[in-house]
């Protein structure tokens, strides 16, 4: 479904000669290829949906981490070029929790593990993703997850 989005996207982009669009999108395309490609060297199925909204949030990732060093040595063109790669990038993920939301959601995931303590992290992590894969900031949410687990 996401890779018809993304092909439709690249051939509209192409129409209107929206060059900054077709080259992330064709650099999207390249990087869901490349994914999918190691996971078939690996003996695994081509990416679902799911796995690319991962994907997708690691070049986001990957594009803020440039935006800070950019703005930080003096180079705003190549700050603003991230930032339009990241708004083009985010299109195709999910609308993103609120903190109010994702500590709901934390507490439901260590209330349905039985969490008791920091020894049980993994399992209520691994229950959030299973869950809100591409709509959570995995960052934020282990440690709420963590400051749940021991608070």
Do not use: H
């Not at 999910?94 to 994702?102: L, V």
């Amino acid at each position: 479904m996401l890779r018809d989005d993304i092909n439709n996207a690249v051939k509209e982009a192409m129409k209107a000669k929206d060059e900054r669009k077709l080259s992330t999108l064709r650099m999207v395309n390249s990087t869901i290829k490349n994914a999918d490609i190691a996971a078939r060297g690996e003996g695994k199925p081509p990416l679902s949906d799911a796995d690319l909204l991962g994907v997708f949030q690691k070049m986001i990732k990957q594009r803020q981490e440039s935006v800070e060093l950019y703005d930080k040595g003096g180079r705003a063109e190549l700050a603003a070029q991230e930032r339009e790669e990241i708004a083009i990038i985010s299109a195709y993920l999910p609308k993103q929790m609120s903190e109010d939301e994702m500590k709901a959601a934390i507490s439901a995931a260590v209330a349905e593990t039985g969490a008791a303590g920091m020894k049980d992290m993994g399992k209520v992590i691994s229950v959030l993703r299973a869950k809100f894969a591409g709509q959570m900031d995995f960052g934020k949410a282990s440690g709420m997850v963590k400051a749940a687990l021991t608070g």
